[in-house]
């Protein structure tokens, strides 16, 4: 076990709000519940609760372990799943990283052709989140979790994270908007209907094509107002 067992034992004591919840949930007596908080409190040297006539109170430093308790407990056993697939996975498995921006689509359409070549390869889904630490970490760490990620990229993006990639089709820009706006019906959206409108569009650096497009839009359509998002999520 990565971590001290005994922080299950007082994460325990404070979801359940005393010793003898928390010996009846850990199938073991109070007694033992409580010389595995004494010791933890001992090696630590913090007083993780106040023993009050009401019962017990969570110090301001329990409060703190417990935040960090779950975190840590969470990220050790994440890295134990971590070992054991890495310990099943072979040079014939593509670990892909989807998510709902990254869908894996484009793998499925390609695997007829793909298996024709390598009959023997054989993908497999990883999901993930879509926010700017994750992309920032998937990308700067690809082969690692993640072999490969569908997504829209250009050579700027390519150069910022420090990977490489493949192009397979090449897409237009395209807007979204409610199904309740006023453009919804419309098969084509063009920039003067986008007039006195704010479009959120990927901030500067992350793509040279959508720099391209803010600068165009900014001068020769300064009606339409400008929003910048980091990631799309």
Not at 16 to 24: I, N, Q, T, W
Not at 58 to 65: L, P
Not at 113 to 133: A, H, R, V, W
Request: net charge negative.
């Amino acid at each position: 076990m990565m971590y001290n067992p005994q922080l299950e034992t007082f994460m325990c004591v404070v979801e359940s709000g005393s010793f003898s919840k928390a010996a009846e949930k850990l199938y073991i007596s109070s007694p033992a519940v409580i010389k595995q908080i004494n010791s933890l409190e001992a090696s630590l040297g913090v007083q993780l609760f106040s023993r009050t006539h009401r019962g017990l109170v969570v110090t301001e430093a329990g409060k703190s372990i417990y935040n960090d308790s779950k975190y840590i407990i969470g990220y050790c056993k994440d890295s134990v799943k971590r070992a054991k697939d890495a310990m099943q996975v072979s040079e014939d498995v593509i670990r892909v990283g989807v998510s709902p921006l990254t869908p894996p689509q484009i793998f499925v359409e390609l695997w007829p052709k793909i298996q024709k070549l390598y009959p023997d390869m054989k993908f497999k889904l990883i999901t993930f989140e879509n926010t700017s630490e994750n992309a920032r970490e998937i990308l700067a760490n690809l082969g690692q979790n993640i072999d490969v990620v569908a997504g829209v990229f250009d050579e700027s993006l390519l150069e910022l994270r420090g990977c490489a990639g493949v192009e397979i089709s090449k897409e237009p820009f395209c807007v979204a908007v409610s199904i309740h706006h006023r453009l919804a019906k419309k098969d084509v959206i063009t920039f003067d209907d986008m007039k006195n409108e704010t479009l959120m569009i990927m901030q500067r650096g992350w793509s040279s094509n959508g720099d391209k497009l803010r600068d165009d839009i900014i001068e020769n359509y300064p009606e339409i107002k400008l929003s910048d998002f980091d990631l799309y999520n």
